[in-house]
């Protein structure tokens, strides 16, 4: 861990720059789409401001413009975005006693992008609060700037251009490759996956992550828990 | 929606995003909770990050039917391999994207 506010924002930067490409080319495709929907560079800068979550901005976009109410949208934002609990969750082991001002703050920034790779340093033991929140504010200025860019923009981007779209798909699949440590966690991501794509086929609205990762996680702990009463289990080596 | 309805319609929405991201880092980070349930949460992130990712490699994204061969996951065999094998996050994600974007120019 470097030291001094200088190293300190160097690090985090370092460590944030995966989620900001993948923004630039979220963040213009929304413009792009919210532009062509009619809304304004102003309306698109405040919904990323003020909202500042991906799907849940693309979903608003095409209900508002499909003539959707006020309480139709806010409710389909709140279901998107409750899977968000489940990373605070996760998140708030490692942040035992931080001071509650920081912690808000810190809040606002929870993108399922930020808690990955935020949640990874945290597991390694060498992050804080502080450099946390500058990863999740380097995300939210290139999320607003590239939101704001793809609405002035509108189409002189083609889309996909140097396999932009891929960036958060591979990230993801690394940080998910450096979450496996033992059987339980293969078991546990195995399932969460299968679940999650037959909840997105079979059930409707957006609760295949949330529903797949809970699911996903119990099981896992009924694993562990089952897997060591085994008395077959005895001896070394078993690792979770 | 005029002005105002957009206004009051994204503060709603802003409101019902940041409660989920605030409430369990407030209420949790305050607390010892349960063995069990913080194994639980241990697991979350393995659980979490998979069924994000899965659908992507799974699920067209023009029909959003199933499509188990796409480019999606044919490419993410190869990013998954990098991962594994150099443990950079960096290299897995360049590579990742140069490896999508010869799938899409060339088959």
């Known amino acids: ?240 | 929606m005029s002005f105002e309805a957009y206004l009051l319609c994204i503060i709603g929405m802003g409101f019902v995003t940041y409660i989920p991201r605030w409430a369990p880092l407030i209420y949790l980070s305050r607390r010892t909770i349960p063995v069990l349930f913080s194994e639980w949460l241990r697991l979350i992130p393995a659980g979490i990050l998979s069924a994000l990712v899965v659908p992507s490699l799974f699920i067209s994204k023009e029909t959003g039917h199933l499509a188990l061969f796409q480019g999606e996951f044919i490419v993410a065999i190869p990013t998954l391999l990098l991962a594994w094998k150099t443990k950079s996050l960096a290299l897995t994600v360049i590579a990742g994207m140069l490896m999508y974007h010869l799938w899409q120019t060339y088959v």
């Open chain 1, 1 to 240: 861990m470097r030291s001094g506010i200088r190293g300190t924002i160097v690090e985090s930067c370092g460590v944030a720059w995966p989620i900001c490409i993948g923004y630039v080319a979220v963040g213009i495709a929304f413009g792009v789409l919210a532009a062509q929907a009619g809304f304004s560079l102003i309306q698109i800068a405040l919904m990323s401001v003020i909202v500042f979550a991906g799907s849940a901005q693309f979903i608003a976009v095409s209900m508002i413009s499909s003539g959707a109410g006020i309480i139709a949208v806010i409710l389909t934002a709140f279901m998107v975005n409750l899977r968000h609990v489940l990373m605070s969750s996760s998140l708030s082991l490692f942040l035992k006693g931080t001071h509650r001002g920081l912690l808000s703050a810190f809040a606002y920034g929870i993108t399922d992008e930020t808690f990955a790779v935020n949640l990874i340093r945290f597991n390694r033991g060498d992050w804080d609060v502080r450099r946390a929140l500058i990863v999740n504010q380097s995300a939210n200025a290139f999320w607003i700037v590239s939101t704001v860019a793809g609405g002035y923009l509108g189409e002189l981007v083609p889309p996909g251009s140097f396999g932009i779209d891929y960036a958060l798909t591979a990230m993801f699949l690394c940080l998910l490759v450096f979450q496996l440590s033992g059987k339980i966690t293969v078991l546990v991501s195995a399932a969460a996956g299968i679940f999650s794509v037959a909840f997105f086929l079979l059930l409707p609205g957006n609760f295949h992550v949330i529903l797949a990762s809970i699911l996903a996680a119990t099981l896992g702990v009924f694993l562990k828990t089952f897997s060591e009463k085994s008395p077959s289990r005895e001896g070394t080596g078993h690792v979770v």
